[in-house]
Nanobody, 123 residues
């Protein structure tokens, strides 16, 4: 599967962005999906993930209450709504797909990574 994240940009602190992750080559319907980010000189870190059915989600503490992950399986797309953005949210954001059909929530194993999208938040 090929994943492509989009929707990033340059915004001011307090603004909102919605990232999208689309897939080609395979349906995402039966796979848990996740968002990760990597700031310069930092390791990639987990942001959020969503079960294949969309009924369960998990978030990193640093973004909890500000970001929302969702999915539209009919469109083969996963979203990350980011509100109240802070300068420390600046990073390249990546989406990823679990390697296992249906999986064993919450024990995801992300193996398919897409090209990221840059999010820059100015103060």
């Amino acid at each position: 599967v090929q994943l492509q994240a989009s929707g990033g940009g340059l915004v001011q602190a307090g603004d909102s962005l919605r990232l999208s992750c689309t897939a080609s080559g395979r349906t995402l319907t039966y796979y848990a999906m996740g968002w990760f980010r990597q700031a310069p000189q930092n390791e990639r870190e987990f942001v959020a993930k969503i079960k294949w059915s969309g009924g369960l989600t998990s978030y990193a503490d640093s973004i909890k209450g500000r970001f929302t992950i969702s999915r539209d399986n009919a469109k083969n797309t996963v979203y990350l709504q980011m509100n109240s953005l802070k300068p420390e949210d600046t990073a390249v954001y990546y989406c990823a797909a679990d390697s296992r059909r249906y999986g064993v929530w919450p024990n995801t194993q992300f193996s398919s990574w897409g090209r990221g999208t840059q999010v820059t938040v100015s103060s």
